[in-house]
C-alpha cells in the first residue's frame, strides 16, 4: 500500500495514539465478588444470564427455528453478526414498533454493550469534541469519549432532586462543539439506599 497514513485522523493513527483509560473500578470489584457462592449479586448491571433452553422457551413464535443449530460448525463467524440473527433482531424491531422497518444491513450484533458503546464512541467521537455525560453512571460511557481527546461534562444527579436530571443543567453544559449527550443512568443502581 503506498498511500501514505494521515497521521491526524486515520482510525490507526487514533488507535496508536490513544490514552490510557483508567482501570474501570466497578468491572474490576465484580470481578472479584460477583460469582461468590451464596451471594445475592444486588449490583449486577447486566440482565440476567440465561440457558439455550430458557431462550428457546422465550420465544413466542413456536414455528421459529431454534436459535442454536447443533449441526453447524462453529467458526469465526460473520463480523456484523450472522445474517439470519440480523434478520431477527430487525423483524424484533419492526414487530414492536410504527417506524419505518429496519433493514437487517442496519444491524450490528456486538459480544456485549462494552463493544458497541465503544464503536459508537470511536465512530462519533474525537479531539476538540464535547460530550456530556449523566452521572453516576458506567463508568467506560465518561472515559473512552476522554480517552479518544474529547472533552467530557458530567450532567450530576444530585441527592436533593431524588437523582432525577435537571434539563436546565443539561441547557447549562451544552456547548457548540456538543457531540454527544449520553443521558444512561443506572436507575436504580446508583440510588443510595437509606
Known amino acids: 500500500m503506498n498511500e501514505q497514513l494521515n497521521t491526524t485522523t486515520s482510525p490507526l493513527s487514533r488507535a496508536f495514539n490513544m490514552v490510557r483509560i483508567q482501570p474501570f473500578e466497578v468491572e474490576q470489584w465484580m470481578d472479584r465478588l460477583e460469582t461468590t457462592p451464596g451471594v445475592l449479586n444486588v449490583a449486577e448491571t447486566c440482565a440476567a444470564?440465561?440457558?439455550v433452553d430458557d431462550l428457546v422457551h422465550m420465544c413466542e413464535d413456536d414455528a421459529a427455528p431454534t436459535p442454536l443449530l447443533l449441526s453447524k460448525k462453529l467458526t469465526y463467524g460473520a463480523i456484523?453478526?450472522?445474517e439470519p440473527l440480523r434478520q431477527r433482531v430487525a423483524s424484533l424491531f419492526d414487530r414492536s414498533s410504527d417506524a419505518q422497518s429496519l433493514p437487517a444491513e442496519n444491524?450490528?450484533?456486538t459480544q456485549g454493550a462494552i463493544v458497541a458503546n465503544f464503536i459508537t464512541f470511536y465512530t462519533l467521537v474525537g479531539p476538540g469534541d464535547h460530550v456530556i455525560c449523566v452521572y453516576p453512571t458506567y463508568q467506560q460511557l465518561y472515559a473512552v469519549p476522554e480517552s479518544l481527546g474529547a472533552e467530557v461534562s458530567l450532567w450530576r444527579l444530585k441527592e436533593e432532586n431524588g437523582y432525577i436530571p435537571d434539563v436546565s443543567e443539561l441547557e447549562g453544559l451544552v456547548k457548540p462543539n456538543t457531540k454527544v449527550d449520553i443521558s444512561s443512568t443506572l436507575f436504580p443502581v446508583t440510588r443510595p439506599c437509606h
Open 49 to 51: 444470564s440465561v440457558s
Open 107 to 109: 444491524v450490528l450484533i
Open 80 to 82: 456484523r453478526g450472522s
